[in-house]
C-alpha cells in the first residue's frame, strides 16, 4: 500500500503564505500524477492544482498566479507554495496522488489525511 503524509499547514493572516508538502511512501513501483484538493465547511471538495512529471500544472481559476505545485520523483513528494493569501482558502488540504504498486498492477488513487489551512482577515 501507499501512504500519503501532507504537512505544512497553519494559521495565516491574509497575504500571507504557506508552503505544503506532501510525502509518499510505502511500495511504489512507479507514479504519474500528483495533486493537491481542498475543502471547505459545508462545500464540496475541490481540485487546486494538479502536476504530471513531463507536463505543465494545472490549476484551478482561483489558485492561478498565487499557488505553485511542483514534484520530486526522487523524494515522491508534491509541494503547494500558497502565496497572497485569502480568507477564502480556508479549506482542509489534501494531497493526492497515482500511483502502481508493481508491473502489470492497475493504477490506484491514493489520498492523504489532509492539513487545515486557516487564513485570518
Known amino acids: 500500500q501507499v501512504q500519503l503524509v501532507e504537512s505544512g499547514g497553519g494559521l495565516v493572516q491574509a497575504g500571507g503564505s504557506l508552503r505544503l508538502s506532501c510525502e509518499a511512501s510505502g511500495r511504489i513501483f512507479s507514479g504519474n500524477a500528483m495533486g493537491w484538493y481542498r475543502q471547505a465547511p459545508g462545500k464540496q471538495r475541490e481540485l487546486v492544482a494538479t502536476?504530471?512529471?513531463?507536463?505543465?500544472?494545472n490549476y484551478a481559476d482561483s489558485a492561478k498566479g498565487r499557488f505553485t505545485i511542483s514534484r520530486d520523483n526522487a523524494k515522491n513528494m508534491v509541494y503547494l507554495q500558497m502565496n497572497s493569501l485569502k480568507p477564502e482558502d480556508t479549506a482542509v488540504y489534501y494531497c493526492n496522488a497515482e500511483f502502481k504498486t508493481g508491473w502489470g498492477s492497475p493504477t490506484s488513487v491514493y489520498w492523504g489525511q489532509g492539513t487545515q489551512v486557516t487564513v485570518s482577515s
Open positions: 502536476i504530471r512529471s513531463g507536463s505543465s500544472p
